[in-house]
């Protein structure tokens, strides 16, 4: 049991049924459940997470998740948000919403689950 820090990507695959990650966050997020790690989900990708459901007037099916999974809305607050500027600073390629999600991984000490190649690459090299 641990800590998993959500990147968008991941539930919006999960919530699209013809998006090109949908069996795969199905299948990650199955085994997180069944080791009952702690899901977290920083405010920022929750918002983005949103957006196409409110568009279609669904946005419950997000609130919904988030409620049935114990997903935890982590808020962004002023440390959250330096270590975060920290991150893009040394990464030029970072982008906010992105460096968001890496800074709630590291302040949980959570794994971070992503289909995003590029947040992953960046997120190996913070570790190295």
Do not use: K, N, Q
Not at 52 to 71: C, K, L
């Amino acid at each position: 049991m641990g800590a998993v820090a959500l990147d968008a990507s991941v539930l919006i695959g999960l919530l699209g049924a013809g998006d090109a990650h949908h069996s795969r966050a199905i299948t990650e997020l199955r085994a997180r459940a069944a080791r009952e790690d702690r899901l977290l989900l920083v405010a920022s990708a929750y918002a983005e997470v949103l957006v196409g459901p409110m568009r279609r007037g669904h946005e419950g099916i997000v609130d919904g998740f988030v409620r049935d999974s114990r997903t935890e809305v982590v808020p962004v607050d002023a440390e959250l948000a330096r270590s975060a500027a920290r991150l893009r600073a040394r990464h030029r390629s970072l982008r906010l919403p992105d460096a968001l999600v890496l800074a709630c991984a590291h302040r949980h000490e959570a794994e971070l689950l992503t289909f995003d190649d590029r947040l992953r690459r960046i997120a190996r090299e913070c570790r190295a």
